[in-house]
């Protein structure tokens, strides 16, 4: 949502760059309109280039790396944690063999670290798994609200630079308005 909200602020600066591009040109037409002196100015003066909206100090938008790659992190790791879950992966033969080998085929250094009781081990081991489960959880987590706050950051500097730029439209508009009611 953010990213489509990042996209619909670039388009509406680049709308915003582009009415006041439009409202040079007319000031310029108003003053050829106004006096003969004001045709001759704009005659000998230099047109202004024509320039793209993403010319005019609106870089072009790209939603933040951060929250990118926090997004596909968290796509990746969900997977991961769906295919381990016992309620969520599909069972199949291959499952099972996973299944077999971490439950029974444990390496020796595990079994020194945990308690010799064949229960009491395989609940540590539970808890174990269950802990790496949530520390994964959290992290990722973590990374997107990272991303997020970088997003946010990015455009609420996006919303000051837009109001900025309306604001002096308004004020340029209402004297242009001005203008055109006076001839």
Same mark, same amino acid.
Do not use: C
């Given at each position: 949502?953010? %990213?489509?909200?990042? #996209?619909?602020?670039?388009?509406?600066? @680049?709308?915003?760059?582009?009415?006041?591009?439009?409202?040079?040109?007319?000031?310029?037409?108003?003053?050829?309109?106004?006096?003969?002196?004001?045709?001759?100015?704009?005659?000998?003066?230099?047109? !202004? !280039? =024509?320039?793209? !909206?993403?010319?005019?100090? +609106?870089?072009?938008?790209?939603?933040?790396?951060?929250?990118?790659?926090?997004?596909?992190?968290?796509?990746?790791?969900?997977?991961?944690? @769906?295919?381990?879950?016992?309620?969520?992966?599909?069972?199949?033969?291959?499952?099972?063999?996973?299944?077999?080998?971490?439950?029974?085929?444990?390496?020796?250094?595990?079994?020194?670290?945990? !308690?010799?009781?064949?229960?009491?081990?395989?609940?540590? @081991?539970?808890?174990?798994?269950?802990?790496? =489960?949530?520390?994964?959880?959290?992290?990722?987590?973590?990374?997107?609200?990272?991303?997020? @706050? +970088? =997003?946010?950051?990015?455009?609420?500097?996006?919303?000051?630079?837009?109001?900025?730029?309306? #604001?002096?439209?308004? %004020?340029?508009?209402?004297? +242009?308005?001005?203008?055109?009611?006076?001839?």
């Amino acid at each position: 949502e953010l %990213v489509r909200q990042g #996209e619909a602020l670039k388009r509406t600066e @680049q709308m915003v760059d582009k009415m006041d591009q439009d409202l040079k040109t007319s000031q310029r037409h108003i003053n050829s309109i106004k006096s003969v002196w004001g045709g001759l100015v704009n005659y000998f003066k230099a047109k !202004p !280039p =024509e320039s793209k !909206p993403e010319q005019n100090g +609106t870089p072009e938008y790209y939603a933040n790396s951060r929250l990118k790659e926090a997004m596909i992190s968290s796509k990746e790791q969900e997977s991961k944690y @769906q295919e381990s879950h016992p309620n969520l992966r599909k069972l199949d033969n291959s499952g099972l063999l996973t299944l077999f080998y971490t439950k029974y085929l444990v390496s020796s250094v595990q079994r020194d670290f945990y !308690p010799k009781n064949q229960h009491l081990r395989a609940y540590h @081991q539970k808890i174990d798994n269950n802990l790496d =489960e949530m520390s994964s959880g959290l992290s990722r987590l973590k990374n997107l609200a990272l991303g997020l @706050q +970088t =997003e946010i950051d990015e455009q609420d500097d996006m919303l000051d630079r837009l109001t900025k730029k309306v #604001e002096t439209l308004d %004020v340029n508009i209402k004297s +242009t308005d001005k203008k055109v009611r006076q001839l």
